[in-house]
């Protein structure tokens, strides 16, 4: 109580929160705002050790420690020093269906509906389905997280339990800090580039059509969770990426089409908006991680026309090029680059890469991340840590570009994967 009143501990939300906040308050009581997941685990587990794991992940990352209140000026958050709750270990192995038994208790607790006020944002839950066959259920309210933090909440609660395991001490945790995330934007919502950029939304959507609706009446709200889930055929998706692949678009991206044209069909309007959540990170220290293999994947793109690369084919030959560049330039080791390029290769085959590399250095002046005339690069230092670096000589980018050429031929390559 002392924290609630310590009104120098309380932080603003964030607009994306602030949405959040009040969709809830304006929806149905019954309404979820949970993201799950549930992470399948082949092979023993120590429960203790995975209950520590959860523990430390816990007190490295704020966003499973806040709690809200409602202020006369609005809601406001706090992040508490200690985390506070419990993580059930439930053995269903003796059920005649443990992943049904297991299955049946999630989605209880993912429709269950959390008072922002009152209410648990974040639980976790470990099942033993077998003594080598476990599952890891992993849920938070999306005001505190979204798909791309528990993501990385999930891949450090891994880390931490395989160190623990091994008798080591964990590698140092990367989160940030809440209030950095606040400081950016309000750094962001402060600055030129943000006028400029309601200025062009507001001018781009000036015009825009009315919403639509295939429902022929309006319906009272209801919350709950409504899902339907139909598997395409094997044939079906071959042939969406060969569409996909044909038209030089990403796999998500034939699929956004092919809903826009059920649209049109069912209502014969053609001048259609439709919304898309996307991740919004306006500032450099939170999109680094993200934007590795994109400075080199977007000139590959743009070089071969974006008909012979799709998106992610491109991307992850600029992983492989940046990590080149970074142990050209020291800012990393073989042994990591040597990870990084097993993880990409270790994904599929990917499309030769036959392009000039000075004409790759001539497109990379046209990067969004170039400032006069200086390209700014994403490269990596370890696993799951980079930095941006604006002193790479023109030589490394010629030579790691020569290296995809070579790599995409069976060429050698750092690490186990050897002859491609």
Same mark, same amino acid.
Request: aromatic share 8%; charged share 20%.
């Given at each position: 109580?002392?924290?609630?009143?310590?009104?120098? =501990?309380?932080?603003?939300? @964030?607009?994306?929160?602030?949405?959040?906040?009040?969709?809830?308050?304006?929806?149905?009581?019954?309404?979820?705002?949970? *993201?799950?997941?549930?992470?399948?685990?082949?092979?023993?587990?120590?429960?203790?050790?995975?209950?520590?794991?959860?523990?430390?992940?816990?007190?490295?990352?704020? @966003?499973?420690?806040?709690?809200?209140?409602?202020?006369?000026?609005?809601?406001?958050?706090?992040?508490?020093?200690? *985390?506070?709750?419990?993580?059930?270990?439930?053995?269903?192995?003796?059920?005649?269906?443990?992943?049904?038994?297991?299955?049946?208790?999630?989605?209880?607790?993912?429709?269950?509906?959390?008072?922002?006020?009152?209410?648990?944002?974040?639980?976790?839950?470990?099942?033993?389905?077998?003594?080598?066959?476990?599952?890891?259920?992993?849920?938070?309210?999306?005001?505190?997280?979204?798909?791309?933090?528990?993501?990385?909440?999930?891949?450090?609660?891994?880390?931490?339990?395989?160190?623990?395991?091994?008798?080591?001490?964990?590698?140092?945790?990367?989160?940030?800090?809440?209030?950095?995330?606040?400081?950016?934007?309000?750094?962001?919502?402060?600055?030129?580039?943000?006028?400029?950029?309601? =200025?062009?939304?507001?001018?781009?959507?000036?015009?825009?059509?009315?919403?639509?609706?295939?429902?022929? =009446?309006?319906?009272?709200?209801?919350?709950?969770? *409504?899902?339907?889930?139909?598997?395409?055929?094997?044939?079906?998706?071959?042939?969406?990426?060969?569409?996909? =692949?044909?038209?030089?678009?990403?796999?998500?991206?034939?699929?956004?089409?092919?809903?826009?044209?059920?649209?049109?069909?069912? @209502?014969?309007?053609?001048?259609?908006?439709?919304?898309?959540?996307?991740?919004?990170?306006?500032?450099?220290?939170?999109?680094?991680?993200?934007?590795?293999?994109?400075?080199?994947?977007?000139?590959?793109?743009?070089?071969?026309?974006?008909?012979?690369?799709?998106?992610?084919?491109?991307?992850?030959?600029?992983?492989?090029?940046? @990590?080149?560049?970074?142990?050209?330039?020291?800012?990393?080791?073989?042994?990591?680059?040597?990870?990084?390029?097993?993880?990409?290769?270790?994904?599929?085959?990917?499309?030769?890469?036959?392009?000039?590399?000075?004409?790759?250095?001539?497109?990379?002046?046209?990067? $969004? $991340?170039?400032?006069?005339?200086?390209?700014?690069?994403?490269?990596?230092?370890?696993?799951?840590?980079?930095?941006?670096?604006?002193?790479?000589?023109?030589?490394?980018?010629?030579?790691?570009?020569?290296?995809?050429?070579?790599?995409?031929?069976?060429?050698?390559?750092?690490?186990?994967?050897?002859?491609?």
């Amino acid at each position: 109580m002392d924290a609630i009143n310590d009104s120098s =501990q309380l932080l603003p939300l @964030t607009a994306a929160q602030e949405g959040m906040w009040f969709a809830q308050k304006f929806s149905s009581p019954d309404s979820i705002f949970n *993201l799950a997941e549930s992470i399948e685990i082949h092979g023993p587990i120590d429960p203790v050790l995975f209950e520590g794991a959860l523990r430390q992940a816990g007190s490295e990352a704020e @966003t499973v420690r806040v709690r809200f209140i409602e202020q006369s000026d609005g809601p406001r958050q706090l992040i508490s020093p200690v *985390l506070n709750t419990t993580f059930p270990f439930i053995d269903v192995s003796s059920e005649p269906d443990p992943r049904a038994t297991a299955e049946t208790w999630m989605m209880a607790e993912l429709t269950r509906p959390v008072d922002l006020l009152t209410g648990q944002y974040w639980v976790c839950a470990l099942f033993k389905a077998a003594p080598d066959h476990y599952f890891w259920y992993h849920r938070s309210h999306h005001i505190v997280m979204d798909g791309f933090t528990g993501g990385l909440f999930a891949r450090r609660v891994a880390q931490i339990y395989s160190a623990l395991a091994e008798g080591r001490s964990p590698e140092e945790a990367t989160f940030g800090p809440l209030v950095l995330l606040l400081e950016e934007e309000t750094s962001y919502r402060g600055s030129e580039r943000f006028a400029r950029d309601r =200025q062009y939304w507001l001018k781009h959507f000036a015009d825009r059509p009315a919403a639509l609706c295939l429902a022929d =009446q309006r319906r009272q709200n209801v919350g709950g969770l *409504l899902r339907q889930t139909t598997h395409l055929s094997a044939e079906s998706v071959k042939a969406l990426r060969a569409t996909a =692949q044909a038209s030089g678009a990403s796999l998500p991206q034939i699929m956004i089409a092919a809903a826009a044209a059920y649209l049109y069909r069912m @209502t014969g309007v053609e001048d259609l908006v439709i919304g898309l959540p996307v991740a919004a990170r306006p500032k450099g220290g939170l999109r680094r991680v993200l934007n590795l293999g994109h400075t080199i994947g977007h000139a590959l793109e743009a070089e071969t026309g974006y008909r012979r690369l799709l998106h992610g084919e491109a991307v992850a030959w600029g992983m492989i090029a940046a @990590t080149n560049i970074a142990l050209s330039v020291g800012r990393t080791d073989s042994v990591t680059a040597g990870r990084i390029a097993d993880a990409v290769l270790s994904l599929g085959r990917l499309p030769e890469v036959n392009v000039s590399p000075r004409k790759i250095l001539t497109r990379l002046q046209s990067d $969004k $991340k170039t400032q006069n005339g200086v390209v700014h690069f994403i490269l990596p230092r370890e696993i799951g840590k980079v930095e941006v670096a604006s002193d790479v000589p023109e030589s490394a980018i010629i030579n790691a570009v020569e290296e995809l050429r070579r790599l995409s031929r069976g060429g050698w390559v750092w690490g186990k994967t050897g002859k491609g």
